[in-house]
C-alpha cells in the first residue's frame, strides 16, 4: 500500500504496515461500516459502544439486531472487545490496527494549523535545540498529546561555515555552523599574538580543509610551510576535535504534562511519564518502531511494557536528502489517527526543510 499523502508529501522510506490481507477479506462491508463507527465513536468517547448508538449514527440501515449480531462476530474475530456483559464493546490493538491500515481517511489538518506550521518554521530562528525544543510544544498542540523530536546525530552532520574570530591578541573564537543547522563554538588560545591577517589566512586554510566533511571525520592540517600559520590552524582543529561519535542523542519532549488528561487511571499516566523521561528508552522505542517499517504502533505494539495503553506515530526527517533525525506523538491507544498521522507528516517534512535550508 502507497503511503497516502498526510498534509505533506511523507518519505519513501515512512510505510505503513498493512494487517494481515486475511484479516481484511474476512470482513464483509457492513461489518467494516460497524468496525469504523466502534472505532471512531470510542476514539470521541471513550465509551463502550452499544449497538443503539451505532443505528443512531445513520450509516447503516439496518436494525438493533443485526448490528449486535455482527458486534458479537467482531468480538469472536478479536476485533471487539466487551469489558462488562452488559455493556457495549470497545476495540482491541486488532482492531485499532484494521482501522489504522484500511479504514482511515487521507489525513488532513485544518487550514489554521496547516498556517500555524508554515509560519512557524518561516519564523523560527537561533540554535538547534531550541528549534527541537520549540518543534515538539508546535507538535503537542496540534495533537495534544506527547511530542518527542530526536536531534540529527551529531558524527553525520557535515560542516558548512568556519570561522576564527579573534577576541584577544593570543585568543580566538571559533565558530563552526553545521548542515543539521547546529553552531558550535570553541575557544582557542595561541601562544603568540595573532594578528586579524593571520586568522583571515587561518580561516581560509580550515575553510577549505572542513567545509563538508563529517563533523566526527578525524582532521590532519598538512604543513604549508608558514609555521605560525600553521600553528593557528592546529589549534583551530584540535579544538573542534572530541568523540562525537560517543555524544548522546538530543532528545526534546514536549507536552508531556497533556498525558494526564489521556488516561483515566493514575498509575498509567506515572508509567508512561516515567518513560517519556528516559531519553535511551525513548531513542530506542521511536527507532525500533521505524526499523520495522512502521508509522503507528499500537499497545504492544510499541515494544514496552509500561506503553501497553498508547500509541506511537513516527516519522524520519531529512536534512538535504539524508535521513537525520525523528519525530513522533505518543498518546492514548484511542488516538485521532488521521489528525496524529497529518500532524506528525507536516511537521516532520518543514522540520526537514528548515533545516536543510539553515
Do not use: W
Request: charged content about 20%; aromatic content about 4%; some cysteine.
Amino acid at each position: 500500500m502507497t503511503p497516502p499523502v498526510l498534509g505533506g508529501a511523507l518519505s519513501t522510506r515512512y510505510n505503513r504496515v498493512l494487517i494481515n490481507p486475511t484479516d481484511a477479506t474476512m470482513l464483509d462491508d457492513r461489518k467494516t461500516e460497524i468496525l469504523r463507527a466502534v472505532v471512531e465513536e470510542y476514539i470521541d468517547t471513550g465509551q463502550p459502544v452499544g449497538s443503539s448508538r451505532i443505528v443512531q449514527r445513520g450509516r447503516l440501515n439496518v436494525s438493533p439486531a443485526t448490528v449486535r449480531n455482527e458486534l458479537a462476530s467482531l468480538e469472536r474475530e478479536g476485533f471487539l472487545v466487551q469489558p462488562h456483559t452488559s455493556a457495549g464493546r470497545i476495540p482491541t490493538e486488532k482492531g485499532y490496527r484494521f482501522f489504522v491500515d484500511a479504514l482511515t481517511p487521507q489525513g488532513r489538518l485544518q487550514a489554521t494549523q496547516r498556517q500555524a506550521v508554515l509560519e512557524f518554521f518561516e519564523t523560527t530562528h537561533g540554535a538547534l535545540e531550541t528549534m527541537l525544543a520549540d518543534t515538539t510544544r508546535l507538535l503537542s498542540d496540534l495533537t495534544s498529546y506527547a511530542a518527542v523530536v530526536i536531534g540529527p546525530p551529531h558524527a553525520h552532520v557535515t560542516v558548512r561555515s568556519v570561522q576564527l574570530v579573534g577576541l584577544t591578541p593570543r585568543l580566538a573564537l571559533l565558530v563552526v555552523v553545521l548542515s543539521n543547522g547546529s553552531v558550535e563554538k570553541r575557544s582557542v588560545e595561541f601562544a603568540d599574538d595573532i594578528g586579524d591577517e593571520r586568522l583571515a589566512a587561518a580561516t581560509a586554510r580550515l575553510a577549505s580543509m572542513l567545509i563538508g566533511r563529517a563533523v566526527g571525520d578525524p582532521v590532519t592540517a598538512p604543513a604549508t610551510g608558514d609555521a605560525e600559520l600553521d600553528a593557528v590552524v592546529s589549534s583551530a582543529v584540535d579544538a573542534l576535535a572530541g568523540d562525537h561519535d560517543n555524544e548522546p542523542d538530543n532528545v526534546f519532549v514536549g507536552g508531556a504534562s497533556r498525558m494526564a488528561a489521556a488516561f483515566d487511571a493514575v498509575d498509567t499516566v506515572r508509567r508512561v511519564l516515567g518513560i517519556l523521561e528516559q531519553q535511551y528508552v525513548v531513542v530506542s522505542l521511536l527507532r525500533d518502531v521505524l526499523d520495522r517499517g512502521l508509522s503507528v504502533a499500537i499497545g504492544t505494539e510499541v515494544g514496552h511494557e509500561s506503553l501497553t495503553e498508547c500509541s506511537v506515530v513516527v516519522a524520519p526527517y531529512e536534512v538535504e536528502g539524508e535521513s537525520a533525525g525523528t519525530i513522533g506523538i505518543v498518546g492514548p491507544t484511542r488516538m485521532k489517527y488521521p489528525q496524529a498521522l497529518a500532524a506528525v507528516a507536516l511537521v516532520s517534512q518543514r522540520l526537514g526543510r528548515r533545516l536543510s535550508e539553515g
